[in-house]
């Protein structure tokens, strides 16, 4: 099967394993596709992408140049700025001030980190917004950190570091990911 041939639900799921790195629990039918046109394989823990699939991914990951381009940078560099706060708030739920880890019974220190994040998460929306406006994939975002946000705030702390769920970081490492693909970027790039 040639990728031309793919729908986009066939490649929205080879999106969602290259952020994802592995899926498991996907429509049998879309996930055969993807593995017949050589995208991805069936490893045990799930659906991993080929190296053919990372190549063809990257190209239909890249927006065309010109408007969206320029609307999908823009929104990039606005999210570069909160990045590195968020980065500060994960750190400071993990570790506090001197360096001890926190152990999170002080609920005045772990409520004033969440009051960061809501800032935060109040100042991505209309960053997301925008690149919705251009790339309707981006749109899928916005639920996924409001639902991680409201069970931090709800008080399942998980939901704001931990690699296993969608949590609050694990979201936004993969926003960040697919920011950097529209544009045909890596993050050795970034650091240039």
């Known amino acids: 099967m040639a990728t031309d041939d793919l729908d986009d639900n066939c490649w929205l799921l080879v999106h969602e394993v290259r952020l994802r790195g592995v899926v498991d629990g996907t429509d049998e039918v879309v996930e055969v596709r993807v593995v017949e046109a050589g995208l991805a394989k069936r490893v045990p823990k799930g659906l991993r992408l080929t190296e053919a699939g990372h190549e063809h ?16 940078e823009r929104a990039y560099q606005r999210f570069l700025t ?3 706060e968020l980065i500060r708030v994960c750190n400071d739920w993990q570790v506090r001030p001197g360096g001890a880890p926190n152990d999170h019974t002080d609920p005045t ?8 994040l809501v800032t935060i998460d109040d100042r991505v929306g209309p960053i ?8 309707m994939r981006f749109g899928g975002y916005r639920p996924r950190l409001r639902h991680a946000r ?6 399942d702390y998980e939901w704001l570091t931990s690699p296993r769920i969608d949590s609050y970081h694990t979201v936004w490492m993969q926003l960040h990911e697919d920011l950097l693909l529209a544009l045909g970027r890596d993050r050795a790039s970034e650091s240039e």
């Open 57 to 72: 991914h990257a190209q239909w990951a890249r927006v065309a140049p010109g408007e969206v381009e320029v609307a999908v």
């Open 82 to 84: 909160l990045n590195l």
């Open 109 to 116: 220190y772990d409520w004033s980190v969440v009051d960061r």
């Open 128 to 135: 997301l917004r925008t690149a919705t406006q251009h790339v």
């Open 150 to 155: 409201q069970r931090v705030n709800d008080g």
